[in-house]
């Protein structure tokens, strides 16, 4: 099932390399409870003077929005608001924001949400300095310039679309997600204020932890293996296991839903430079074909191939298994990676996520293992190992439910 492919991934991995060349911006990072309020002083730094609050009606209705627009009311600086921004969110969806954005007469952005508010943000805030179609904003380094300045206000933790380099965004003509790739797409700050999480539900908790886990993983397994995406990646994996069940079951616990917002961030610096792999590529398929949330579709997809990588980087799944604080005693490097994979399916059943994809069909398996290919060797990720087509079948036929 699994092959070697020797010269494909070495080439995958020097392709990769390449495209981390570029220097990627970095934001500057506001942070801890009630670290909001500083909003209006970096909207005077960045120079900016009325923004476009990018968000989502639910965000409106549980008053998060109405926290960050009296603040601004506060400070009398005038702003307005799209709230249009839906899951898995659309080229249309963001020519709508853009058109709002200049209705107005804006002159900068904040995102205030979660990975999909955040990704049309980037993509309404690059699209407004640029002379181009927003569906032109495709594939590697559609940007020519820095865009209009840019806040981030994550509202879950787990995305790490605030960090990122990167943003998926719905083609509906294709029916396919598109990641756009530039380092001018991170913003120029992140704020990252626990108390914004604390009414996260506990099953969007779950997956979006497990996203930023997933994250973290895939880099540490890819063959980069740059210093900074190594620490970057056992710190929040450290974090994830040391603190997402807590945020699951005590969703008011303001520690733990900052570790969890500092696991995030770290884990998209870390999946920005060190990449993402197959479990994107087919989680992507999932929430294209069935509309699953993308972080339950890496939850439940994480454990087949990390058990499958066993064979190839088991050093690195043992590294993990470290930073995941495993007690693993003398056991040697094959059993310390078999228990991170086992700490994987433990964890998973514990936030209660579903060890089988129920929602997979059989028929479905050719086409979606065809398109993650096309993502996953197309980009090209610097995998641990190659697939052919038939060897990811046979890995996403292990989700199908009993």
Known sequence: MAKTYPAKRLWFNLAARGLTVLRQKLPTLLTGKGSLKLLPSELEVQKASKPLIVTDASLIKVGLVSRLTTILSESSIPFAIFDG????????ICEYGL?????NGCDSVIALGGGSVIDAAKIIRMAATHKKPVGAFKGLLPCRNSG???ICVPTTAGTGSEAAAAAVITDQKQHRKITVLDPRLPPDSAILDPELCVGLPPGMTA???????????????????????????????????????????QGDDLEAREAMLR???LAGRAFTRGFVGYIHAVAHRFGERYHIPHGLANAITLPYFIDLYRDVVPERLADLAAAAGLDVGEADIDEQAAAFVEALRRLNRDLG???????????????????????????????PMILDISGLEAVIALMLPD
């Not at 058109?99 to 209705?103: C, I, N, P, Q």
């Not at 929602?359 to 979606?368: A, H």
């Not at 293992?369 to 060797?377: D, G, I, R």
Request: aromatic share 8%; glycine share 4%; charged share 20%.
């Open 85 to 92: 921004v839906l899951p898995d969110p659309s080229f249309e």
């Open 99 to 103: 058109a709002v954005l200049k209705d």
């Open 148 to 150: 209009l300045p840019f």
């Open 207 to 249: 997956a979006t932890g497990m996203d930023a886990l997933t994250h973290a993983v895939e880099a540490y397994t890819n063959t980069l293996h740059y210093s900074d995406v190594d620490m970057q990646a056992l710190e929040a994996t450290r974090l994830v296991f040391a603190n997402l069940r807590k945020a699951y079951t």
């Open 263 to 265: 696991a995030s961030h």
């Open 353 to 383: 996520i579903p060890e089988k994809a129920g929602f997979l069909k059989r028929e479905d398996i050719p086409g979606i293992a065809a398109a993650a290919l096309k993502e996953a060797h197309g980009t090209p990720y610097p995998l």
